[in-house]
């Protein structure tokens, strides 16, 4: 007897799903659905729409709806057996917020099986765009919040990070300040997370702590929303935020509206939905407090897991609430993929040929460095994108290539000591994890092993569906999590002590040249 469980990531670029038997430990579907190549009339790129002021980013929340009808409906087509999920749940980009009327609770209720829900769902929005977590707009709302509070330090004790641009604390407070009326026509406000959460329980169901603890909003000590950060952030928003719930609460049956057009049985439990960040901690099966990992995707992050809150909170660190329910620490780049697609790009390489290129250079790269702000950076904050070359000419094919990896690894990992953490082996994932001649940069610069999972590389859906398992099956963590999360103990990638000592060096060099290109 097979015991089926659904997790799904609504990410910046795609939608993915992935179903997993709990009793066999084997994964057995997994699909992805691309915005930009398979939604085309949304007019999205890479996941969010062209804006003429660079700092604002936004995406259509139908957009998320619609996807999500096209990938459940190709699940049916696939033969997956829908009736047979004991639970779904998933997670998604973070920060995203969502703006409905009143009416979204009424259509969710009342919505015809027969007519796809992103059809159903057109009038109930105040805000017809939302802003995602590449949005850095609202930084005279986050001064705005800083002072209110007590300055950075004060907000960053209470809420896990300090003010952030990206953080739907500050994206509200714009909303509200500067449309009003659309914000009081407002009567609920959900991230992406709890936006989908809310589709398949048929209700708004309110933001779980993983996600709320990116919003500078919630008292992450006490897991709830924070009276003061609240009022100094738009009025009666207590009112449109539900109480932050406990991601492993179960939140009922499954709406009729999905199991009468996709087929899931009418017992289907349904869970709130995290972040994907957290999700991938669960993914990666960092269930114990000290591993670490590194997802190489639109954003790079790294993360760990703490038992309690970390010693030192780093101004640049976030800390968040994870899945089990511990403290996590992330920082972000947000120049992930984007550098690396610059530079692949320019050239005019494949992927085959970035790779050749990086063996084919030695590390340190002679000396040559970059520091590879091609657009607005997360970590450390730049605010506008500008790559700096050292040693290093622009028309330098291998040199970029290589330099570009080491820049990335050596902020990662300079930020990462900075916020506490000190990696014994990373676990690492995301799309350009597959590629062997990033992870040994890696696994160089931060002088310790590097595994991948054998599974997939999507941890976020993976998570997702390991989370439906815990809350369902009687068994810890970590004998929820193993099964699936197995590394590839063949290919684990390990540093070569003499290019470590190389970069001991280069990455002092490297923080002292950020400092300095920073003031
Ligand atoms: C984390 C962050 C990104 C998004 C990407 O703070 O902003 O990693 O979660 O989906």
Redesign the pocket.
Same mark, same amino acid.
């Given at each position: 007897m097979s015991r089926y469980y659904l997790g799904l990531d609504s *990410? %910046?670029q795609s939608l993915s799903a992935i179903v997993i038997d709990a009793e066999s430990g084997q994964l057995v579907y997994e699909k992805s659905l691309n915005y930009s190549s398979e939604l085309p009339d949304y007019g999205v790129t890479d996941g969010f729409l062209p804006n003429a002021t660079p700092s604002v980013v936004h995406a259509p929340p139908l957009m998320w709806v619609e996807a999500l009808d096209q990938l459940l409906t190709q699940m049916k087509a696939d033969h997956v057996p829908m009736n047979e999920i004991v639970a779904v749940t998933g997670s998604a980009?973070? !920060?995203g917020s969502v703006y409905v009327t009143a009416g979204f609770d009424e259509l969710l209720k009342n919505c015809n099986p027969q007519t796809p829900l992103h059809k159903q769902l057109q009038t109930c929005f105040t805000r017809n765009t939302s802003p995602i977590?590449m949005d850095s707009s609202t930084t005279e709302q986050c001064a705005a919040m800083a002072k209110a509070l007590g300055g950075d330090t004060k907000v960053n004790q209470i809420t896990g990070s300090i003010a952030v641009e990206?953080f739907s604390g500050a994206q509200i407070k714009k909303f509200a300040d500067t449309q009003p009326d659309a914000y009081d026509n407002t009567s609920a406000i959900m991230l992406v997370s709890s936006f989908m959460a809310s589709l398949f329980s048929g209700r708004h169901v309110g933001i779980d702590f993983t996600d709320a603890s &990116?919003m500078n909003l919630l008292d992450i000590r006490n897991k709830q929303w924070h009276a003061g950060a609240l009022s100094c952030c738009a009025d009666h928003l207590q009112a449109k935020l539900k109480p932050a719930l406990n991601p492993q609460k179960l939140l009922g049956t499954i709406a009729p509206f999905f199991s009468q057009r996709y087929g899931f049985n009418s017992a289907c439990q349904v869970l709130p939905w995290c &972040?994907?960040?957290p999700s991938s901690l669960i993914g990666l099966g960092l269930v114990e407090p000290g591993m670490t990992a590194i997802s190489l &995707? %639109? *954003?790079d %992050?790294l993360f760990g897991l703490f038992e309690d809150l970390p010693k030192s909170m780093s101004l640049w660190a !976030?800390t968040f609430i994870a899945p089990t329910l511990d403290y996590m620490s992330?920082l972000?780049f947000k120049n992930g993929a984007l550098a690396r697609e610059s530079i692949r790009q320019q050239f005019q390489l494949t992927w085959e040929q970035f790779s050749a290129r990086l063996d084919a250079t030695v590390p340190g790269n002679k000396g040559a460095m970059m520091l590879p702000w091609f657009d607005s950076e997360?970590v450390p904050k730049v605010e506008k994108g500008r790559v700096h070359r050292f040693s290093l000419p622009s028309t330098e094919i291998a040199a970029n290539c290589r330099a570009v990896i080491e820049a990335q690894m050596m902020a990662m990992s300079n930020h990462a000591t900075a916020a506490g953490l000190e990696p014994s082996s990373i676990r690492a994932t995301g799309g350009a994890s597959q590629n062997t001649a990033i992870l040994q940069i890696m696994a160089n610069v931060f002088g310790c092993p590097v595994d991948v999972l054998q599974t997939t590389s999507n941890s976020a859906a993976l998570g997702a569906a390991l989370r439906a398992v815990f809350a369902i099956e009687n068994k810890s963590w970590i004998e929820t999590v193993q099964p699936f999360t197995k590394v590839q103990q063949a290919s684990r990638v390990l540093p070569d002590m003499d290019a470590v000592k190389i970069y001991q060096a280069m990455k002092k060099l490297y923080a002292e040249r950020e400092a300095s290109c920073l003031l």
């Open positions: *990410s %910046t980009q973070q !920060h977590w990206r &990116g &972040g994907d960040n &995707g %639109t *954003s %992050t !976030h992330l972000c997360i």
